[in-house]
């Protein structure tokens, strides 16, 4: 692995650490990417996507355009690093899980590839991105619902297709820790939000869909928006900050199992609307599609556990992340700063304030 010139980097708590991030064109690898050369790691991007698609392109990173199904690419992207963080998967919001369950389930190629590549390279430590959607559907059918516990995953019957793969994965992890002695971390994400993530495409979740449609409407004057299912089912979202916090700590601990990283912070999808047209300064008349992929009745996190082990849980208000996120969006469709509500640095646009 290789430094670009220039990058003036080297300090900081990994600068001993040749790193790899599957996924580093996505939203949350290139997050990390970024979290992670400003920590002074040396830093090894892959992405199946050609690089002039990647969300963002750290140019001290080793950027590399392979697709991690295949294995001998695992073992190329693998080779010499320390630590492998898998952040790579087919997937997108609830309009693309429940539309493409094969797609979602071939992800589990790159999760075994990569894990017999950093086996077979002496990786040290191993972090694979679960999903909220591994947890028994029976324990959300209510909005009102109990918050999720780890254990709530078993017995199984998680999301079809997407959630499968991703519980069976977390399961490989447990084994090649046990029969081989790869240590493994496996965080469960609930919602993940933020500048740098998908708005638009099919592939979108709540929140950015949310910010789109609000910004769409107040840039066409025709003041409605188009809510899938009827609004009252309930769902935590967390800020990008807390989810790298979280991703770091969480490799950095000696936490074998499966682990929560979401936010405790319910709230209706009226109520995200609600937010975003108090952000936005509009008011839209909301059109109910009941025909639309709407997921469980109801989702929250349990931070029982992460609070006990870490002393920590995510807490950025839901209300300063979703302004961050409106502002980022607001720029790429509209250009130019956005007027609503002025509290979010102009940094966040620049990207300069990495989380
Ligand atoms: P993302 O779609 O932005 O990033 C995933 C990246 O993986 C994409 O850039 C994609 O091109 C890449 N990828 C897909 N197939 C690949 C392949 N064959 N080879 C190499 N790269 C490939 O998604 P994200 O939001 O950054 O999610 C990252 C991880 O976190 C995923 O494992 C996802 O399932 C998990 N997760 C995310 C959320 C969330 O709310 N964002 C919630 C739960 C779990």
Redesign the pocket.
Known sequence: MQRQEGSGLGQGRYSDRRVLV??G?????GWLVGRLLAEGATVRA????PASEW?QLHEDAENLS????DLANCQAAASSADWVFN??????GMGFIETHKCDCML?VL?NTHLLVASRDAGTKRYFY?????VYNADKQATAAVAPLREEDAYPAMPEDGYGWE?LFSERMCRHFWEDYGLETRVAR?????GPH??YEGG?E?APAAICRKVIEAKLSGNHSIEIWGDGTRTRSFQYIDDCLHGILAIMDSDIRQPINLGSSELVTINGLVDIVERIAGIRLERRYDLTAPQGVMGRNSDNTLIKQLLGWEPSIPLEVGLEKTYRWIWNELAGGDVAAGARASSSIITGASAP
Request: charged share 20%; with cysteine; aromatic share 10%.
């Open positions: 599957a996924g064109g996505g939203f949350i690898g892959v992405d199946i996507k969300f392979l697709d991690l199904r952040l790579a998967a087919d997937m997108g992800s790159i991105s679960s999903s909220a959607c991703k994400f609930h919602n993940v939000y993530g998908t592939r979740k």
